[in-house]
């Protein structure tokens, strides 16, 4: 593999309004969401293939799980949301839970393709060699719609307020991980999720249970 310097460590507003402008044009006169209406996807589509080295004993299995590039299990109703890496300046679309309308927040859990910023390998990233690394892959979360925006591993965004209003510097900022590990299981992938959130909410009524006394149900 080979190291490539990121496009990241030369972030500057006027070069990311370029790299955005290179896969959108005209996005700026464009609604968002006709900019993600016509944009294309970024990551590689998923095969079955993939997880050939894998416990997967069928196909069949996959059947009714929407592939997409990760998910993201909603802290309010634990649904499980499929996440898309698009091209252009919303680059994982609008970021609602599609059962209960909640917006992505930090008690949400994803998988790697929505990496919290605060926990993100800085090196890894760095590293990435595949054509995507033209992208800028960080992005922060309108907290007001939920509209995801491209910005630079700062935080920074070519768009200072968002389509409803709210300045994007506002929003949580997450790293556009890989989706090498979604793509050799996503079962597991989902289930290490279901475990981890799982996990958190019995730390936290432990927690709870010590300090009052109860558990609250
Ligand atoms: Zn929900
Ligand atoms: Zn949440
Ligand atoms: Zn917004």
Redesign the pocket.
């Given at each position: 593999m080979t190291l490539r310097p990121s496009v990241i460590s030369r972030s500057s507003l006027r070069f990311m309004s370029k790299v955005l402008n290179a896969f959108s044009p005209d996005f700026s006169d464009l609604a968002p969401s006709e900019v993600i209406r016509r944009a294309e996807r970024v990551e590689r589509e998923w095969d079955f293939a993939d997880c050939a080295d894998t416990d997967v004993a069928s196909p069949a299995r996959f059947l009714n799980l929407r592939y997409g590039d990760g998910i993201f299990l909603?802290?309010?109703c634990s649904h499980e949301n499929s996440l898309l890496h698009i091209q252009g300046p919303f680059p994982l679309r609008h970021l609602n839970c599609g059962q209960c309308d909640?917006i992505?927040?930090g008690?949400?859990h994803s998988t790697e393709i929505l990496t919290p910023a605060s926990q993100a390998d800085p090196s890894a990233a760095s590293q990435r060699s595949d054509a995507t690394d033209r992208l800028l892959r960080n992005c922060r979360v309108c907290p007001q719609c939920g509209l995801s925006h491209r910005t630079d591993a700062r935080g920074d965004c070519a768009l200072e307020i968002c389509q409803c209003g709210c300045p994007v510097k506002l929003g949580s900022h997450y790293h556009i991980g890989s989706v090498e590990q979604w793509q050799r299981d996503p079962i597991a992938s989902a289930q290490n999720l279901r475990d981890r959130r799982r996990e958190e909410l019995l730390d936290k009524a432990v927690k709870q249970h010590r300090r009052y006394g109860y558990i609250p149900s």
């Open positions: 909603c802290c309010r909640h992505l927040c008690s949400c």
